[in-house]
Structure formats: structure tokens, C-alpha cells
């Protein structure tokens, strides 16, 4: 990754997590274990080996933290928190306050963005780990063989690293479009968009995945002409697709424009802007733009491994993991977005406590024990769990769905907050809960009940009688479990409920 230069963050930035001047150690004899890779998945599994007196090495090319830390997770939140409050402004007037067309300085908002980064870096930084008693290596690693591991560092020099157990935890990168023209244009991609100094005035956005449309809705905001043009015919395309249609229409009254359904076709570099060429509905398009963001996929880091050489499987999609995240090198496991699932900060750090269970204890830890929520925080935010309603193949039993709408929750009338809603899929003999979708405000952090709910098998009418404070928006949930409990009231039971009441004296 490229940080600006001479900026007072990014140097501090790169000071705590890929310091120039880094001391690389001496290997020890033999590790119990080596990991490769700094980001999430590469930090929790190195530090709960330190932890458990395992003698661990950690081994990091670019930046400690990876993508979360760098030009993921925490930069973009950083960005969408400013452009969530830009709504609020703007809509200023309909709650008696002043009136404001929400005006942006960008370039104070990116050194925001850049501080924040910054000060949240410690927690990733190199020192931080070697202070856990963690051999921490910043160089290339790649394998020699099948319990070796050389680390090519910036200088030339090269150290071996023999172990007993090994974590490839390398991330992944932007996929890119083999499309005629495209390095006429320079699109930029998640790993450079911070970098951006200066709004552009109009931006271009390929692929409707969370990144797109986060970014997307956050310039269009901050006051660029937004386009998005993607393959896919809805936005999110993994969601549900009424879900994903509220996202849709908020893109659209942002001024978003949208372009589904269309296929690129080439990138031309113009005198003062980037043309767009694409296909649709059989008609063919030109867009213009200042600049333009790919988010079109991730593709795992794995050229410079050397993967076979010690025996690991690999395809396009990633290192080839059985489902205890052993590769086919009984030594080395893999986990985080390197095997192509789950491309996820809160997986990646799920996945490495299942390695170190099963590499140093002899678990039974397993990847699809794993219930992993989903979450893409554009406004409103859109959070999956577990199963949906067309899933019932998958779930081998017939499934169904309750749903109940924002607009009848107290707290969202009272705070303006009416758009989506929550849809909750069950088994439909048992009504144990089997998965959630919610599009709506803090989407997100309204995800985790669900997800335990899903983990723990419970019955949707079990929430009929959890106490939520009032007003709150999660009371949505117990709406729901009175919704689930009057449902299962068939014919005969209310009849015989009825003749009870009138019964009692």
C-alpha cells in the first residue's frame, strides 16, 4: 500500500505498522509456530499462541492490521460517519433546526479520516506484538519446503524460519478487469480511494458489492456526480432482493445514478475526463468521469508463496482448506480472506481461533459450525445472518418467513427513522429461528440478536418474552416473537383457548 507522503498521519501510521527502519530478529531454532500475514487473521492467531507460551514468529509484507485497519474497515466507516451526519443536516429543517445544505470540506474530512487511522494503529503496530514475546519478521515470506519458510526482506537479506505449525493468513486484494483500456485510466481501487486529497467532481463506480455501494453513497453525498454501473441486476447482490431494493432507492435519492445488468465494454482516457463504455438493455453507453473506483471482487495473495513447494493446494479462488482449515500440508492451516470465504474482518478472527484450537489441542473446531453475520453500512444498513427463505434445500425442511416493518416501531416514528424492516426465516414445524435479514438503521448491531438466536437454535417466539427497554428498536424482536407465537394459534387451539377463558369465573 502507497500512504501519502509528508502527511503527519500517514507517517505515523507508518511508523507504528510497517516501519522502514524495523529490526528484523535472529530466527529461533524451531517455532511452534509461523504466521504469514499481518491482518486480522495472521494477529489473533500469533497473539493467542504468544499467549498460550507457544514461541511464535509473525511475518508481514506491507502493513501490519492488513485490510481492516489500512484501507478497509476503519477508513471507511471513517468516511461513512460523515456522510450518515450529512443526512441529519440536511434534513435539519423537518426537526426545527436550522437549515443546512450539508457543505463538505474534503480534504478535512480525509485528514480525519487519516488521524483516526493513525490512532487506532497501536493496537496492529510491530512493536506491540514483539512486546508479546512474538518474533515479528517485515519481509516477503514464501515457502522452501514443507516446514520452512524463508522471509526475503527490503534489504535483500534472507532468513529461515523452520516450524512445527504454520498459519497462511496472506488477505487478499482487489480483482482486476481484464477490459480493453483500463490502464489508460488508472481506476483507483479500495487500497488508494483514502488517499484521495480532493473531491472528485464526478466518480464512476464498477461492481455493486458493499464497497461500491458504500463509497458510492458516501461521495455522492459529500457532493460528487455518482454513477454506478454493475454486472449484477440488483445492488448487494448476495441480499435479499427486497432488502437490497430499500439500499437502492436510498442510492437513487442521494443521486446516485444506476446502471444494472450492464457489461463494460472498454475504458477510454479523454482530454479532461475517463470514459466508461458499457452495454445495456441491448443499447450502448458512454459515462464520464474524473475518476473511478473498481470494487469488483477480491482475489487471494498467494503468487509470492511459493504454495507448492510445500505441498498446499490452491486454486483461483484460494488456499484449499478442509474444514478444520487444514491445507493438504498436515502442518499448515489457512484462514481469513486467503480461502475465498467468508471475506470478513469478524471471520477472519473466528477462523483463527478454530486454527489454534485444532492445531495445538487437537480440536474439532469447524468452519461451518460458524454463524457469521453479514453487515454493509450505507445508509440505511443492510445485516444478513444465516439462511434464506428460498434456502430449503439447504436447510433439508420447509422453511418460513415473519416479517414486521421499521415504520411500526415506536423509536424509529419518533426518530424519522421509518425505512425497512426485519425479515426472520424459521422452520416452519419447529419455528426455530434459521436466519435474518435487516435493512434499516444500525442494521448492524440489530444483526447480533439474530445471530444468537440462529447459533443457539432458538424459537422465534422465544423473544415473545424478552423484556427491551422502551423505546428501543430492538424491540422489533419480541414484536416479531408475538408475531411467531400468534401464528402457531391454530383453529383448534384458539377454540379451545376461548372456551377456557369463558370458563373462568
Not at 474497515?73 to 450518515?84: F, I, N, Q
Not at 445485516?383 to 415506536?410: Q, Y
Request: glycine share 8%.
Amino acid at each position: 500500500m502507497t500512504l501519502l507522503q509528508n502527511n503527519e498521519h500517514d507517517d505515523r501510521l507508518q511508523k507504528l505498522v510497517g516501519p522502514r527502519d524495523w529490526q528484523s530478529p535472529q530466527p529461533h531454532r524451531l517455532y511452534d509456530l509461523v504466521v504469514i500475514g499481518g491482518g486480522t487473521a495472521g494477529l489473533v492467531s500469533a497473539a493467542i499462541a504468544a499467549g498460550l507460551g507457544a514461541k511464535t514468529a509473525l511475518i508481514e509484507s506491507d502493513l501490519m492490521g492488513g485490510d481492516c485497519l489500512n484501507y478497509g474497515c476503519v477508513p471507511s466507516k471513517a468516511l461513512l460517519a460523515v456522510s450518515h451526519r450529512l443526512r441529519y443536516l440536511r434534513e435539519a429543517a423537518e426537526y426545527g433546526m436550522p437549515a443546512s445544505n450539508g457543505e463538505v470540506d474534503f480534504a478535512k474530512i480525509m485528514q480525519r479520516l487519516r488521524k483516526l487511522r493513525a490512532d487506532i494503529a497501536h493496537h496492529d503496530s510491530a512493536q506491540r506484538f514483539t512486546d508479546l514475546g512474538i518474533d515479528v519478521f517485515i519481509g516477503q515470506g514464501e515457502f522452501l519446503n514443507e516446514d520452512t519458510v524463508h522471509v526475503i526482506s527490503d534489504d535483500g537479506g534472507l532468513r529461515a524460519l523452520q516450524f512445527k505449525r504454520c498459519v497462511v493468513a496472506t488477505g487478499a486484494h482487489p480483482a482486476s478487469l481484464h477490459i480493453e483500456g483500463i490502464d489508460t485510466v488508472a481506476p483507483m481501487t479500495n487500497r488508494d480511494i483514502f488517499n484521495l486529497e480532493k473531491l472528485p467532481k464526478r466518480l464512476t463506480v464498477i461492481g455493486a458489492g458493499p464497497i461500491g455501494v458504500e463509497m458510492a453513497q458516501a461521495f455522492a453525498r459529500f457532493g460528487s456526480k455518482v454513477s454506478m454501473i454493475a454486472l449484477d441486476n440488483q445492488v448487494l447482490p448476495r441480499e435479499d432482493a427486497e432488502a437490497a431494493q430499500v439500499v437502492n432507492q436510498a442510492l437513487q435519492d442521494d443521486g446516485v445514478e444506476l446502471f444494472l445488468g450492464a457489461q463494460v465494454s472498454k475504458f477510454v482516457a479523454g482530454d479532461s475526463s475517463k470514459q466508461i463504455h458499457f452495454a445495456l438493455n441491448g443499447q450502448s453507453h458512454v459515462v464520464d468521469a474524473d475518476e473511478i473506483l473498481l470494487a469488483t471482487g477480491r482475489t487471494p495473495n498467494i503468487d509470492e508463496l511459493d504454495l507448492a513447494k510445500a505441498g498446499i493446494s490452491f486454486d483461483k479462488v484460494g488456499v484449499k482448506v478442509n474444514d478444520k482449515l487444514r491445507t493438504s500440508n498436515p502442518r499448515v492451516y489457512a484462514a481469513g480472506d486467503v480461502i475465498g470465504d467468508f471475506q470478513l474482518t469478524h471471520a477472519a478472527d473466528a477462523m483463527a481461533r478454530i486454527v489454534i484450537r485444532n492445531a495445538f489441542f487437537f480440536g474439532k473446531s469447524k468452519l461451518s459450525d460458524l454463524v457469521v453475520p453479514w453487515a454493509t453500512y450505507c445508509d440505511p444498513e443492510l445485516a444478513h445472518v444465516g439462511l434464506h427463505l428460498g434456502d430449503s434445500e439447504k436447510a433439508m425442511c420447509e422453511l418460513d418467513m415473519l416479517r414486521f416493518d421499521f415504520k411500526d416501531i415506536d423509536r424509529n416514528l419518533l426518530e424519522g427513522e421509518t425505512a425497512g424492516f426485519v425479515k426472520v426465516v424459521i422452520e416452519k414445524e419447529s419455528n426455530v429461528v434459521r436466519g435474518a435479514t435487516i435493512v434499516g438503521n444500525h442494521a448492524g448491531d440489530l444483526i447480533g440478536e439474530m445471530t444468537l438466536a440462529v447459533q443457539n437454535k432458538m424459537k422465534l417466539s422465544d423473544f415473545s418474552g424478552i423484556i427491551h427497554a422502551y423505546p428501543t428498536t430492538a424491540s422489533i424482536f419480541s414484536r416479531l416473537g408475538d408475531k411467531a407465537s400468534q401464528a402457531r394459534l391454530t383453529p383448534f387451539v384458539a377454540k379451545l383457548l376461548k372456551k377456557i377463558i369463558s370458563w373462568r369465573r
